[in-house]
């Protein structure tokens, strides 16, 4: 299987040598999320009610505003490497494959645009 | 070779090997990380772009997912929306420890039988101390 053979590399088998960047990506991220996360929930818990002046006006203050954007960026990248790892066990057919990697590449930069374009829209005042 | 095959045997999977805390940590980690992924991921943006598209959108985001005010489809959709609320705090609690308790391992400790137990037990706890603690700090002030 592509184990430095000629017709390995021809076929694209064997390790791209990208494993070492995921792992570590991994978990930088996943420090980030620790960081970021419990940021969302400590200021959400200590919000006085969930009105919708109260809430899109703490969204709208900078430190929020920028904390949610980083929020958008980090976990939809985490989540992406996480959910990769689970269908790379699961999933053995060809087609299957196809799907996730298209699943995996479009679903969370999608995501994470719509998220941060929410934000902007929010905390520069349109409406 | 053929008839070599059919009497091998097969890696054992999870119906085989008797249960034990680490092993239980371990598919908690991949059940909830997949469900923040799946259901978190998709409230947060509904969250944040009903916030976003003004008053209207942000209240039919609460009656979906909490109050259940505005008819039966709501109202059922809300007993879902808090069902899933709570679970996803718990869900970020588990996979928060149960990761700390990765980055401890990255670093070559706490592989030792019983200290690894300890601590695969310990993720457990602190996840449902931590939800009950927030839902009981969110809900009774």
């Keep these: 299987m592509g184990n430095g053979t000629s017709i390995g590399r021809v076929r694209g088998l064997g390790s791209s040598h990208q494993g070492t960047h995921h792992w570590l990506t991994s978990r930088l991220?996943?420090?980030?999320?620790?960081?970021?996360?419990?940021?969302?929930?400590?200021?959400?818990?200590?919000?006085?009610?969930?009105?919708?002046?109260?809430?899109?006006?703490?969204?709208?203050?900078?430190?929020?505003?920028?904390?949610?954007?980083?929020?958008?960026?980090?976990?939809?990248?985490?989540?992406?490497?996480?959910?990769?790892?689970?269908?790379?066990?699961?999933?053995?057919?060809?087609?299957?494959?196809?799907?996730?990697?298209?699943?995996?590449?479009i679903v969370p930069f999608a995501g994470a645009a719509f998220g941060v374009f929410s934000v902007l829209r929010i905390a520069l005042g349109g409406a | 070779m053929a008839q070599a095959r059919k009497a091998r045997p097969i890696s054992p999977h999870l119906q085989i090997w008797r249960w034990g805390p680490a092993m239980l940590v371990s598919i908690l980690h991949r059940v909830t990380g997949n469900g923040l992924a799946f259901a978190g991921l998709g409230l947060l943006l509904w969250w944040i772009g009903?916030?976003?598209?003004?008053?209207?959108?942000?209240?039919?985001?609460?009656?979906?997912?909490?109050?259940?005010?505005?008819?039966?489809?709501?109202?059922?959709?809300?007993?879902?929306?808090?069902?899933?609320?709570?679970?996803?705090?718990?869900?970020?609690?588990?996979?928060?420890?149960?990761?700390?308790?990765?980055?401890?391992?990255?670093?070559?400790?706490?592989?030792?039988?019983?200290?690894n137990a300890r601590w695969s037990v310990i993720t457990i706890v602190f996840s449902a101390i931590a939800t009950i603690a927030l839902w009981a700090f969110l809900l009774l002030r």
């Design chain 1, 29 to 105: 991220t996943a420090v980030g999320n620790l960081v970021l996360i419990t940021f969302l929930i400590v200021s959400l818990a200590l919000l006085p009610d969930y009105a919708y002046a109260t809430v899109r006006g703490w969204v709208a203050r900078p430190l929020p505003s920028i904390a949610l954007i980083l929020i958008m960026i980090n976990t939809f990248t985490h989540a992406r490497m996480g959910v990769q790892v689970m269908l790379e066990d699961y999933i053995h057919g060809e087609g299957g494959k196809i799907a996730a990697w298209l699943l995996v590449n």
């Design chain 2, 50 to 115: 009903a916030l976003a598209s003004g008053p209207e959108s942000y209240q039919s985001f609460l009656d979906y997912t909490w109050t259940g005010a505005g008819g039966r489809l709501q109202a059922f959709t809300a007993i879902l929306g808090k069902v899933v609320l709570i679970g996803l705090t718990w869900a970020f609690f588990q996979h928060a420890a149960s990761g700390i308790r990765h980055l401890i391992l990255d670093i070559g400790a706490g592989y030792e039988l019983e200290t």
